[in-house]
């Protein structure tokens, strides 16, 4: 194998192991077994190494993900091209290379009819977020989203209604940021670790970086907290409390209301309101930092797991089978997340026609509709 490749390769694998964030060149040249001269004259960065490897063959790979053919590409890549596409906002070699194999792939699906980006969006979407939550090992129904995949290829625009009743979103949705403020040194360092860790990322969050943006000297951490890990864990902890009841109201509207399409869609577009940037960022931070890290993968899927017992319950009360609201959250699960991943790398995924999309869920797909909603 010529050496390019063998660093291609060796890049590949590492990334899948252990993330970007945590990969350096000396190790691309000790697992591709390169000599530090040959290995620069080739690559820069590690960056650099998954720019070309994307550009290689991250537009079939999108393509296989929307229609959820993993088989088609090893582990390793898909694991490698998922810490890539959600580390490339804050990543501009990568995002410059990976935003136009997006774009073109929503070109291309809208030259095939009307209705077709918004039904691309969304497969692409449930298909990234498999891919992640299978990548970092956390909890998805595959048949379950093959299912939605395959309602999802039916639809056209003829099947795609506008929303008969718009309406503005929420003007007292509620900002995550100004919840965060607070005097005591607890709440500051609590607000600094979820901007570090929302814009930075888990591995770039030090100490002195938390400490410096909540303006208190280097040794207010460890008099309020054991450790850095145990600030991080707290942070989100802390954010994401403040969100589920937000959830928890948004999903009860959208499917025990009159007109459920209307409150999905609503509580999709909520999710990429400005206010909720921070929140976002904080979550997709922490469950790429999930895939190499045991220890913040448990918490991640400890409280996604706590959120949707909380959501189940409720949904449950309101007359929803356990069946229902158990494939509802599956589809959730997936979809937010690749949507904000899609949404993150500059698509215009807010703009598309998700009434229409949210509609044939609610109306099509038996799994998701209630024998009572009264």
Known sequence: METRARILDATVSLVSEIGLDRVSMSAVGSRASVSRGTL???????????????????????????????AEFSDELTGAFVDVIFTAPRRLELLEVVRPTF??????????????????????????????????????????????????????????????????????????AALLAGDDIRRQLIRATAIVVANAGVENASSLRICRVARLTPGALPTHFASLDTLIAESFRFVFDLVIEENRREYLESL???????????????????????????????????????????????????????????????????DTVTAFLGVNRALTLGMSGLFDCGLPVDTINHYGLANLLATSFGPLQATSTQ
């Open 256 to 322: 025990s209301g009159p007109n459920r399409a209307h409150e999905l869609a609503r509580a999709i577009s909520n999710s990429l309101r400005p206010e909720r940037t921070i929140w976002r960022k904080l979550r997709r931070e922490m469950l790429v930092a999930s895939r190499a890290n045991v220890a913040v993968r448990q918490q991640v899927e400890r409280l996604l797991n706590d959120t949707d017992h909380k959501l189940h319950t409720s949904l449950v009360d309101t007359g929803f089978t356990p």
């Open 40 to 70: 620069y004259t080739n690559f820069e960065t590690p960056d650099s190494v998954m720019a070309e490897k994307w550009l290689e063959d991250g537009a079939r790979w999108l393509t296989a993900v929307s229609k959820l053919n993993f």
């Open 103 to 176: 774009a073109s792939a929503l070109a291309a699906a809208r030259e095939t009819g009307p209705g077709a980006a918004d039904v691309f969006t969304w497969q692409l979407a449930i298909g990234l977020g498999t891919a992640f939550l299978q990548s970092a090992n956390l909890s998805v129904d595959s048949v379950l989203q093959r299912n939605v995949m395959a309602l999802l290829g039916q639809a056209d625009a003829a099947t795609l209604e506008s929303d008969p009743t718009p309406e503005e979103l929420h003007s007292d949705y509620f900002d995550i």
